[in-house]
């Protein structure tokens, strides 16, 4: 029950009901990727008649977090490449990384140096800086 209501009223929990009934009777499922996420595509590869091309999506394992999406189903959803990473001729491309989840907002967030967040201690202020003032 409880998953029915986060799915009727949130969009970041997975799926809506809207996306699911979608998926039901459109959707073609082309595979999964190691977090569980599930990607599709119109039955058949049929193209959008607006867009003017096969429309891919993805329904999320939990939570929807973009920086979970692999290198491979991000290019193969924004049709950089044709054949989707479950294919068994999928090769990456070289400029393909492995997949890195954003760190923002973690103890392991890249914080530079100087920021109040560092455990270092900031640089000594010079007084080469003049603050700017209205009327000057």
Known sequence: ??????????????QTLGTRFHTWRHGELVGEDEYGNRYYRMR???RDSVLGVERRWLIYNGEAEASMVPPGWYGWLHHIVDTPPADDTYQ?????????PNRTGTPDAYRPRGSVLTPERRPAVTGDYDAWSPGN
């Open 1 to 14: 029950m409880w998953n029915f209501i986060r799915q009727f009223f949130t969009w970041w929990n997975g």
């Open 44 to 46: 058949g590869g049929k």
């Open 92 to 100: 990456p491309r070289p400029w393909q990384k492995p997949h890195r």
